[in-house]
């Protein structure tokens, strides 16, 4: 499996953003796919994961502002994160969940500034 994540950018506080992560490989709509950040001198985390059957899972810190999605026919899941705040800039990663070391790719950075 190749993960690419796109999407990030910078953003104001209160602002929103969508995260893609198109996946290759045909066995994409049977993993349960997640999304991780890190912070700078943090380590990476989970913060949302969504399961073959459409079961999620959120970090209590992004509960009601980050939705995860996936779209199994184009092989992408989404993240989309609304009401941004300083404390959520990182690089943020898809991968399966559990993660699978192999997986990772480079991220997408999401800056929340003013």
């Known amino acids: 499996v190749q993960l690419q994540a796109s999407g990030g950018g910078l953003v104001q506080p209160g602002g929103s953003l969508r995260l893609s992560c198109a996946a290759s490989?045909?066995?994409?709509?049977?993993?349960?796919m997640g999304w991780y950040r890190q912070a700078p001198e943090n380590e990476r985390e989970l913060v949302a994961f969504?399961?073959?059957?459409?079961?999620?899972y959120y970090q209590d810190s992004v509960k009601g502002r980050f939705t995860i999605s996936r779209d199994n026919a184009k092989n992408t899941v989404y993240l989309q994160m609304t009401n941004l705040k300083p404390e959520d800039t990182a690089v943020y990663y898809c991968?399966?969940?559990?993660?699978?070391?192999?997986?990772w790719g480079k991220g997408t950075q999401v800056t929340v500034s003013s």
């Open positions: 490989g045909s066995t994409f709509s049977d993993n349960t």
């Open positions: 991968n399966t969940f559990p993660a699978v070391s192999r997986y």
């Open positions: 969504i399961a073959s059957g459409g079961n999620t």
